[in-house]
């Protein structure tokens, strides 16, 4: 399916993959040598990266539409659902409704990002979240930027959207009838994170604060003494 995002019109592949679903956090450093021969090492990445291995099961009636997908959209954003967070709505929705309550915590939802309805491969629509409440008595309340389209009983799965690329490329196998479909998603922070301000100096940005001396010591200079 197409979805309508505050970035543009993206693919979201609303189809659930085969366990298990592989979740890496990459982080990025950096290793500078001391005087004495000693590691430091620097982060150069202010936020880890994400990304999630998923390998989808595709009868006849979805084959088109990924290779539509793979063809047409492999080089551009897409919405990605993050099925590690899946949860349940907690109360029954109907068509035209903007609220949901969803057992979760607050920061497993974003602003500006999208969630996911989930039945089955039929059965599935996707949202722009408005709003997310605080949470109390781990229900929290998301509003949506567009009303439902179906009604959705008590439990439904709700599944996270974020955005991102997908790694390198998507490989398929199959066997005539049926195949799998193989990609990565890297999850781009970048899109609905505030920026990081660098540490700067009149105006110059200070890169690292991190000591180059060994046992992270610093040397301190009194200039009366040393004329003295």
Aim: negative net charge.
């Amino acid at each position: 399916m197409l979805i309508s995002t505050p970035y543009g019109l993206m693919p979201l592949i609303h189809l659930q993959p085969t366990a298990p679903v592989v979740e890496r956090i990459a982080y990025l450093t950096d290793v500078m040598d001391t005087v004495t021969g000693k590691e430091n090492r620097i982060q150069t990445r202010t936020t880890p990266r994400t990304s999630y291995d998923y390998k989808y099961p595709v009868g006849p009636a979805s084959t088109a539409m990924m290779s539509n997908i793979g063809y047409g959209y492999i080089r551009n954003k897409f919405a990605i659902p993050i099925w590690v967070r899946k949860t349940t709505s907690q109360s029954l929705n109907l068509s035209g409704d903007t609220e949901i309550h969803v057992k979760a915590r607050e920061k497993d939802f974003t602003v500006g990002c999208a969630l996911m309805l989930y039945a089955n491969q039929e059965s599935a629509e996707a949202h722009v979240i408005n709003s997310v409440s605080e949470e109390i008595d781990g229900v929290i309340i998301i509003t949506l930027s567009t009303p439902l389209v179906h009604d959705w009983p008590a439990f439904s799965s709700v599944i996270p959207v974020h955005y991102g690329y997908v790694e390198e490329d998507i490989d398929t196998s199959g066997n005539g009838y049926s195949s799998y479909y193989t990609l990565t998603f890297e999850i781009d922070v970048d899109v609905y994170e505030d920026p990081v301000v660098p540490l700067q100096l009149d105006g110059i940005d200070v890169f690292y604060n991190m000591p180059l001396m060994s046992d992270g010591n610093t040397v301190s200079r009194s200039f009366s003494s040393r004329i003295n």
